[in-house]
């Protein structure tokens, strides 16, 4: 079993930079694959980033690729997603989510685990 705890999420305006955090319970956090994802009101929840266990495969949606920075610190079983160049459009609540696997996963279904949420907001 994992929690997970998401905090960094605040309003900016278009251009700035912010960085999530989501620390995970467990001591086995190195066996996870994580991710974020991220949720506008009246869309569905969709894919951000993701890392293996071991910080040296990520993946990136599109619409975040050379702007957004996944990464993790396995010693604080933390997991991070820098943000810059942020835009309106990015506006949502950001997920943070585990599963137990080697390979990174990039479809909301297969994550296991989830954070309660952080609003992120820019502002035009």
């Known amino acids: 079993q994992v929690q997970l705890v998401e905090s960094g999420g605040g309003l900016v305006q278009a251009g700035d930079s912010l960085r999530l955090s989501c620390a995970a319970s467990g001591r086995t956090f190195s066996s996870y694959t994580m991710g974020w994802l991220r949720q506008a009101p009246g869309k569905e929840r969709e894919f951000v980033a993701a890392?293996?266990?071991?910080?040296?495969?990520?993946v990136y949606a599109n619409s975040v690729k050379g702007r957004f920075t996944i990464s993790r610190d396995n010693a604080k079983s933390t997991v991070y997603l820098q943000m810059n160049s942020l835009k309106p459009e990015d506006t949502a609540v950001y997920y943070c989510?585990?599963?137990?696997?080697?390979?990174?996963?990039?479809?909301?279904?297969?994550?296991?685990?989830w954070g309660q949420g952080t609003q992120v907001t820019v502002s035009s």
């Open positions: 989510a585990a599963r137990r696997a080697i390979v990174v996963v990039t479809t909301k279904e297969h994550y296991d685990y």
């Open positions: 890392i293996g266990w071991s910080g040296g495969n990520t």
